[in-house]
């Protein structure tokens, strides 16, 4: 007989076999959007259809949340998502983890080439960002002269922090030649003595933030003297002014809000000081009171005199010391004294004045053996060269005039011929 499967089996069975599937693990697809229901849970459903076929699709919420357009019936769109069986219902759909208006792709493709340059040229180095001062005293606005976040941004700062002064910079925040006008806005900037820059817009599609993905306005960021704050669009938006700037905030809300403490708070802060100053006051007096009150009740102020009775005690001891060293000074020059007056240099010079003598004596006679000239009185002669004496007979020639000295005299001679011999 022929097996038959259950509907349940074969949907599950087509689902392991897509879910098992890595070519449909991460699918790129694009095209139009149909049929598509908002639920109350916050997921999507809708279908994507070209000229010829459609599929089914869901986005769940966690992914929703992240979109940064409300999709509408006939959206061209890119989406970014895994394919899978419904079960229950045998139909296979896509999950879509990602969607983005089709027609934009090229510009996210510009942003993330240029972010990519420009972090490795160093202008997204944490180390080149200026701190944020905690309370400054002036701050500059760049932003739309009319629109909620130039609202936003003053009321914030006004309720927070009303003693800083805020200065609008208006400028164009959308459209071709949007941030030109934003970098003249900064070169104004800096002629003012701000201690902070606010640099922002409201939301918008990735066209109408596209001002703040241009490089030049992202070079004029990175050199501008005073420490910027960037704040463009919602948390979700990401421009490249935001990574180039001494700071980003999600919003130009969360701008004011990063730009200046709240004075509330900071009054209670300093209140709070003032209280633990009193404290720490308080604390020392009492400590230095009660260390007073240690000297005054101490011994050595109640009985003064001891102190002077151990000094006199020690001035005596070093005293007698100081005497025992003299006392012993004098007895060893006595010494030395009765040991010089009883030598007998000094008591029969003369014994002296003869062991010196019949040193000297003995010196001259070790040196009389030791003069070659007594040798001549032996017969022996000494013979010179030009001055030099001859030691061996190579050192003579044939009719070499030679001195020849002896004890009583001396000779010259002419050599007439010479002869080696063996020693």
């Avoid at 006595?334 to 040193?359: A, G, M, Q, S, V």
């Amino acid at each position: 007989m022929n097996k038959y499967l259950t509907v349940t089996a074969i949907n599950r069975y087509l689902k392991h076999k897509l879910d098992t599937d890595e070519n449909l693990f991460n699918v790129y697809l694009k095209g139009e959007i149909s049929n598509l229901k908002m639920h109350s849970t916050g997921h999507i459903y809708f279908s994507i259809k070209d000229e010829n076929s459609k599929i089914n699709a869901i986005m769940f919420n966690s992914s929703a949340k992240k979109l940064n357009f409300v999709p509408v019936d006939g959206d061209q769109v890119l989406v970014e998502g895994r394919i899978t069986v419904y079960e229950s219902g045998g139909s296979y759909q896509i999950y879509v983890a990602d969607m983005k208006k089709d027609g934009i792709g090229n510009l996210y493709l510009a942003f993330e080439l240029l972010k990519k340059n420009l972090a490795k040229e160093g202008l997204f180095d944490p180390n080149h960002k200026k701190k944020i001062p905690k309370y400054p005293s002036k701050i500059g606005v760049i932003t739309a002269k009319e629109g909620a976040a130039v609202k936003d941004i003053i009321s914030t700062i006004k309720r927070r922090y009303p003693i800083c002064d805020v200065i609008l910079f208006p400028s164009l925040v959308q459209g071709s030649g949007a941030y030109k006008s934003i970098i003249e806005a900064i070169d104004l900037a800096e002629t003012y003595d701000l201690d902070v820059l606010i640099i922002g817009r409201g939301g918008g599609s990735i066209e109408d933030l596209w001002p703040f993905n241009e490089e030049a306005l992202a070079r004029r960021i990175y050199d501008c003297k005073i420490p910027t704050i960037s704040a463009v669009g919602h948390e979700i938006d990401y421009t490249i002014a935001d990574f180039v700037a001494d700071m980003r905030a999600p919003t130009p809300t969360g701008a004011a809000e990063m730009a200046v403490p709240n004075l509330s708070d900071l009054i209670n802060y300093l209140a709070n000081l003032k209280v633990r100053i009193n404290e720490a006051i308080n604390a020392k007096i009492n400590y230095q009171k009660l260390y007073l009150d240690s000297i005054k009740n101490s011994f050595i102020l109640k009985n003064p005199m001891i102190i002077f009775e151990q000094k006199k005690q020690k001035l005596d001891i070093l005293i007698e010391k100081l005497n025992n060293l003299l006392i012993n000074n004098v007895n060893n020059a006595k010494h030395r004294l009765e040991i010089i007056k009883n030598n007998h240099f000094l008591t029969d010079p003369k014994i002296y004045t003869k062991e010196k003598k019949l040193l000297l004596n003995n010196i001259i006679d070790r040196l009389e053996l030791l003069n070659p000239l007594n040798s001549l009185k032996r017969g022996f002669s000494l013979t010179y060269k030009n001055d030099k004496l001859i030691k061996d007979i190579n050192d003579v020639e044939v009719n070499d005039i030679l001195l020849i000295k002896m004890d009583n005299g001396h000779v010259f001679a002419k050599v007439e011929g010479k002869d080696n011999y063996e020693k």
